[in-house]
């Protein structure tokens, strides 16, 4: 196979974590120092499926759209580009290839669920970050037989200019941003031999001039909006200009993938709400339900699933007529199960329970309503949402710059409120990380030997929550042998790693009991 231009990313962004895209948030966790590479191979980042010339059959929707902008560009034909797992790097590079293309999500592991949870497991750094310095190794063995380019993009770039060494990682070129507009002049240079900058900012692409994808993407994923416009001071979409990817665009898109093998799709937005908005906080309920409509008539060609990346809470609520009709459409093609139902999924954004914070650093996310309304606002939307069948993943941010000891005590009276009323919202805290390209960029990170007691009980509460309504179903296929290995290096692990320090024993301890019980007894998942 003669390849010119190979794309590829690390092993834990190759995969589809069989069908569940939650599942992905655990390759930020720790990888144990005991566990081998070919256990989460096999059991968690299983690889993508690939063809008999090493092309990836589904690969991430940011090289996706990368392969065609190089192809679309009439620069390179179709067969000399391939988005290629990085395990079979040696199997495809040779004296032909030129370039070589990774995009990294988060390839230091200074993203927030990498630097909160590997550190909170204390088991070894985040697997992301082990699969990244995996495929740098593989690249720089074969730069010593292929003289070939390599240039990095994604939206972990900022981590390499801001903390890494792009040199010694054997990066030429790093794209910060958007890399549609500027990918072709770039691997066209690098491919003819010239020089190119190594640092380049990405231009912020036009909606008309981003690429329709050629081949099937991970999750059948598919771009509705790109941005934001809500202004969260912490979140680096907010940074970018918001658009609406035509519906045309999108369901040529969603076919691609329907004709590649895909019966998944998975729709990329800061907020289904957003779409054919022009302002972020009035959503546009006849371009919303046209897009839906469009999307749900693909089951004639095989759609089976869908899934929506994000939706504001605020949004949700205060359109409730909107979300009805959405949840109504959707539930057919639900993708979950959670205690033998069908579930909608979905990820929100709690971040804080603070209306002093929320108006400091978020007063986008609650329009139209005000600062002070917030808590209820959020507990009266994760209802509604569980009316129509939703259980979302909620993110929680702790330790924002200025967060007081009130501040903290406010976002744990609403992570118990959400107990008290059997939400079964999937609760995620998080530290604070100041993201490369967020307002916040030039903020310290915050660590866990700085919170109080009362964030760390922020913690403890929400994990004390989830084991509760959803480790039913993630143990009800563990056999008694399973069970019994797990209670000890439970008991191990309690005994070592997790009372090192008060903060993890704190975290452990109001965990393990939930998961003790589920281990004891046999369960009826339909209760």
């Known amino acids: 196979m003669f390849l010119k231009i190979v794309l590829t990313a690390p092993a834990t962004e190759m995969s589809e974590y069989n069908k569940n895209p939650a599942i992905a948030f655990v390759s930020a966790f720790s990888k144990p120092f005991f566990v081998p590479r070919e256990f989460l191979l096999e059991n968690m980042y299983r690889p993508v499926e690939r063809d008999q010339d090493f092309r990836a059959k589904f690969a991430p929707l940011g090289l996706r759209r990368i392969e065609a902008s190089l192809i679309q560009s009439g620069i390179f034909r179709e067969d000399e ?109 690098l491919s003819v031999g010239e020089d190119v900058e190594n640092y380049v900012k990405g231009l912020a692409t036009p909606v008309e001039k981003i690429p329709c994808i050629k081949g099937a993407s991970i999750y059948g994923a598919v771009e509705l909006t790109r941005g934001c416009g809500r202004g969260c001071a912490f979140c680096s979409p907010t940074m970018q200009l918001k658009r609406d990817i035509a519906i045309e665009k999108i369901l040529k898109d969603a076919e691609v993938n329907l004709a590649n093998g895909q019966d998944h ?29 469009s999307l749900t008539e693909l089951k004639r060609r095989g759609l089976k699933y869908i899934q929506i990346t994000h939706l504001n809470l605020a949004a949700a609520l205060y359109r409730k007529d909107v979300l009805e009709y959405i949840s109504f459409k959707l ?125 760390i009980e922020i913690f403890a509460k929400s994990w004390k929550h989830n084991m509760k309504y959803w480790s039913v179903d993630h143990f009800k296929s563990y056999k008694y042998l399973h069970r019994v290995l797990l209670r000890i290096l439970m008991h191990l692990y309690g005994a070592t790693v997790a009372k090192r320090y008060r903060w993890r024993k704190k975290v452990y301890d109001e965990i393990r009991n939930e998961i003790l019980e589920c281990l004891s007894k046999n369960i009826n998942v339909e209760e």
Not at 271 to 283: H, M, N, R, S
Not at 341 to 366: A, F, N, Q, W
């Open 81 to 189: 580009v391939a988005v290629v797992h990085p395990d079979d790097l040696e199997e495809v590079i040779r004296e032909d290839t030129k370039v070589v293309g990774i995009g990294a999500k988060d390839p230091l592991g200074l993203g927030y669920v990498s630097l909160t949870y590997s550190v909170l497991l204390g088991l070894g750094e985040p697997m992301n970050k082990f699969e990244f310095f995996k495929l740098v190794k593989i690249l720089k063995k074969l730069r010593k037989k292929y003289r070939f380019r390599v240039v990095l993009g994604g939206s972990g770039a900022w981590q390499i200019y801001m903390y890494g060494d792009p040199r010694s990682l054997g990066i030429d070129v790093l794209v910060d941003g958007e890399g549609e507009v500027v990918a072709p002049s770039i691997f066209y240079r």
């Open 265 to 293: 799709l998975l729709l990329v937005t800061e907020d289904i709400f957003l779409y054919g908005t022009k302002t972020p906080w009035e959503p546009n309920p006849s371009t919303l339900i046209k897009l839906v409509d």
């Open 331 to 455: 539930y057919e093609f639900s993708w979950l199960k959670l205690r033998g139902r069908y579930v909608l999924t979905t990820e929100v954004g709690i971040e804080t329970g603070s209306p002093k914070l929320l108006e400091k650093y978020m007063r986008g996310k609650v329009l139209p309503y005000k600062p002070d309304e917030w808590p209820k606002v959020v507990l009266n939307s994760l209802i509604n949402l569980e009316e129509y069948n939703w259980v979302p993943l909620a993110t929680i941010i702790v330790g924002l710059p200025s967060e007081d000891i009130e501040d903290a005590y406010q976002t744990l009276k609403l992570v118990e409120s959400i107990d008290e009323h059997g939400l079964r919202t999937f609760l995620v805290p998080l530290l604070f990380v100041p993201l490369g390209n967020c307002a916040l960029r030039d903020q310290a990170f915050r660590t866990f030997n700085e919170l109080s007691d009362i964030q």
